[in-house]
T-cell receptor, first 109, second 112 residues
């Protein structure tokens, strides 16, 4: 059983569409991170959310941490081909990061 | 160069050979990590290190050896490579106080 369940696993959309990616767990976390991995590169940290109910914005990306700090969502407005990549949520546990399986996003022009 | 670097970026080796993947970071981060990434398995932790001379197993350590004699370097050795070790390998580092990790560009290893 995965500690973090991401959905959907795959998402293929047209440029200009909106989308939401979810990261869910039954456990409570002190913080949660989102990473993006572009093809052929290593993951890059996008944001860390810490407070329950917190909303953070990064240009067209909006991140939310659930009130109970068990889940998080990533919403992309007006997706562009440059948003294509693997989106990973992660939480710290015992000195290590535990990653979700990822959401593979493809944005077609 | 500043940051975290991996070498080589691409490597082809034969079954049974020993191969070492290098990771170097210039931030003096305490923690360093090795992951492998395969289709259908996501990122899986191989080994990690909390400081020089301190290493610990991750989720999939079998067939791998690590060492950390200096804070900035964390080499990963495949003692006798197998085809199942064909993968993309990522090194990462972080400070002692934050879980935010910084990843290298990866090494694509093919074992024939």
């Amino acid at each position: 059983t995965q500690l973090l369940e991401q959905s959907p696993q795959f998402l293929s959309i047209q440029e200009g569409e909106n989308l939401t990616v979810y990261c869910n767990s039954s456990s409570v976390f002190s913080s949660l991170q989102w990473y993006r991995q572009e093809p052929g590169e290593g993951p890059v940290l996008l944001v860390t959310v810490v407070t329950g109910g917190e909303v953070k914005k990064l240009k067209r990306l909006t991140f939310q941490f659930g009130d109970a700090r068990k889940d998080s969502s990533l919403h992309i407005t007006a997706a562009q081909p440059g948003d294509t990549g693997l989106y990973l949520c992660a939480v710290g546990q015992g000195g290590k990061l535990i990653f979700g399986q990822g959401t593979e996003l493809s944005v077609k022009p | 160069d500043a940051g975290i670097t991996q070498s080589p970026r691409y490597k082809i080796t034969e079954t049974g050979r020993q191969v070492t993947l290098m990771c170097h970071q210039t931030w003096s981060h305490s923690y360093m990590f090795w992951y492998r990434q395969d289709l259908g398995h996501g990122l899986r932790l191989i080994y990690y290190s909390a400081a020089a001379d301190i290493t610990d197993k991750g989720e999939v350590p079998d067939g791998y050896v690590v060492s950390r004699s200096k804070t900035e370097n964390f080499p990963l050795t495949l003692e006798s490579a197998t085809r199942s070790q064909t993968s993309v390998y990522f090194c990462a580092s972080r400070t002692r106080v934050s879980y935010e990790q910084y990843f290298g560009p990866g090494t694509r290893l093919t074992v024939t």
